[in-house]
């Protein structure tokens, strides 16, 4: 694997060994800390972002390696006309390898074939945000012990929310995996994903719009936001935006041992008085987002430890 892209261009077994070297950071970072030295890596971000950026900067920080780039458009040339091709070409001659966030769905993927340096997707418009399926990933497994037989909810934007989309795929190669999907009418879980990701697969689903029904059954609730800038209508994005809001009222009949996800940032979704819950476990995302990025760099840059 020369780039990553989406969460598909993972095998299982590679997704296993991200996680497994990631648990091995955490146990020992010391052991890691240089092992990157001397190496460059470019955050090439056409779109905002707090978390993953910032994790992908003290993941190579903290592998010994140093950090380049710019964090809005208005800071590049892409400001004076300049293409995403040209613009990932030229940071290729500078850096050893590049995470970019672009607001165009496939800009990565354009980009990543002008240059010989590996090119990490940091999130493509609607499309694809894989590093934030893997810390989903490495959450999970460090909070249940495993990533097979769950039922897990999802509930919110489901149309529009490219982590849902990505997550549900890296899932459904485990066993035992059933969801539920609870959002607005509006904003269901797409066709294509039913049809090729959990249809094919067998794998089942119920699709709801009352989250307390179901919440009694989860053994993973991961809210999302409802995403204005994937709105082309403002008014029903006002209508939308509330359609879920946890509380810890609304949480008494989950289990004990539910993990709460949200890849943040949050809005209104998750009351901040959620926060003290022992079940909630997106800032534990935040945290591990950090190492399994510095599992991915080590191994996009071949660099055995
Ligand atoms: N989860 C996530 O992608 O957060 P940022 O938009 O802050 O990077």
């Given at each position: 694997m020369k780039h990553l892209m989406d969460i598909t261009d993972l095998t299982t077994s590679q997704i296993d060994e991200l996680i497994n070297t990631a648990n091995k950071i955490i146990s020992d970072p010391e052991k890691y800390q240089d092992t990157c030295k001397r190496k460059k890596l470019a955050t090439l971000f056409f779109e905002p972002s707090t978390r993953t950026r910032l994790s992908f900067e003290a993941a190579m920080l903290e592998l010994g390696g140093s950090v380049l780039g710019f964090s809005t458009s208005d800071g590049s040339s892409s400001v004076k006309g300049e293409s995403v091709t040209d613009t990932v070409q030229?940071?290729?001659?500078?850096?050893?390898?590049?995470?970019?966030?672009?607001?165009?769905?496939?800009?990565?993927?354009?980009?990543?074939?002008?240059?010989?340096?590996p090119i990490i997707n940091a999130g493509d418009g609607g499309h694809s945000h894989p590093t934030q399926t893997l810390a989903d990933l490495l959450t999970i497994q460090r909070e249940k012990g495993r990533l097979a037989n769950l039922t897990v909810g999802f509930c919110g934007d489901l149309k529009f929310g490219r982590t849902v989309h990505s997550l549900i795929n890296a899932l459904s190669r485990y066993e035992g995996i059933e969801y539920v999907f609870i959002s607005p009418k509006e904003l269901v879980i797409p066709d294509y994903v039913k049809a090729g990701m959990l249809d094919n697969n067998k794998i089942k689903y119920v699709e709801t719009t009352n989250i307390d029904e179901f919440l009694p059954k989860l053994d993973i609730l991961y809210m999302t936001r409802v995403q204005r800038e994937r709105f082309f209508n403002e008014a029903d994005y006002i209508r939308l935006k509330d359609s879920y809001i946890l509380t810890p009222d609304k949480l008494k009949s989950a289990r004990e041992d539910l993990s709460i996800m949200h890849p943040l940032p949050r809005v209104n979704e998750i009351s901040v008085k959620v926060d003290d819950d022992l079940r909630a476990c997106y800032f534990k995302q935040v945290k591990n987002g950090k190492y399994i990025r510095m599992a991915l760099i080590l191994m996009l840059l071949d660099i055995k430890v």
């Open positions: 030229t940071v290729g001659y500078y850096a050893d390898i590049i995470a970019m966030r672009h607001p165009k769905e496939g800009a990565p993927l354009a980009a990543s074939k002008r240059t010989t340096v």
